[in-house]
């Protein structure tokens, strides 16, 4: 099994800028066998949405809604991955949520963190 544990939310005016953290532990058996590692982002009622993705070989997607204001990263070394949010807006905030995928075949398994709350006042 992978644990994530997200780090680095918190409140930031309109246009300021956030780094988040999630970082991954468990047994080595399954974190050397992680994959993708994304972010999601939930909103109060809204559903749960893909913000980045980021694959072990390090090919990043990105929301339409974040592109060219977030970069995701990831350290394989340290089995981090991490979301650089610049020029935050108000529809930026919700919970954050970290995520992998990892196995030997697919489908993987998947884990979740437990969410960082992100808050961007106007």
């Known amino acids: 099994q992978v644990q994530l544990v997200e780090s680095g939310g918190g409140l930031v005016q309109a246009g300021g800028s956030l780094r988040l953290s999630c970082a991954a532990s468990?047994?080595?058996?399954?974190?050397?066998?992680?994959?993708?590692m994304g972010w999601y982002r939930q909103a109060l009622g809204k559903e749960r949405e893909l913000v980045a993705v980021?694959?072990?070989?390090?090919?990043?997607n990105y929301a339409d809604s974040v592109k060219d204001r977030f970069t995701i990263s990831r350290d394989n070394g340290k089995n981090i991955v991490y979301l650089q949010m610049n020029g935050l807006k108000p529809e930026d905030t919700g919970v954050y949520y970290c995520?992998?995928?990892?196995?030997?075949?697919?489908?993987?398994?998947?884990?979740w963190g437990q969410g960082t709350q992100v808050t961007v006042s106007s």
């Open positions: 468990g047994s080595a058996f399954s974190i050397i066998r992680i994959n993708d």
């Open positions: 980021i694959t072990s070989g390090g090919t990043t």
């Open positions: 995520n992998c995928h990892y196995g030997l075949i697919r489908p993987l398994a998947t884990s």
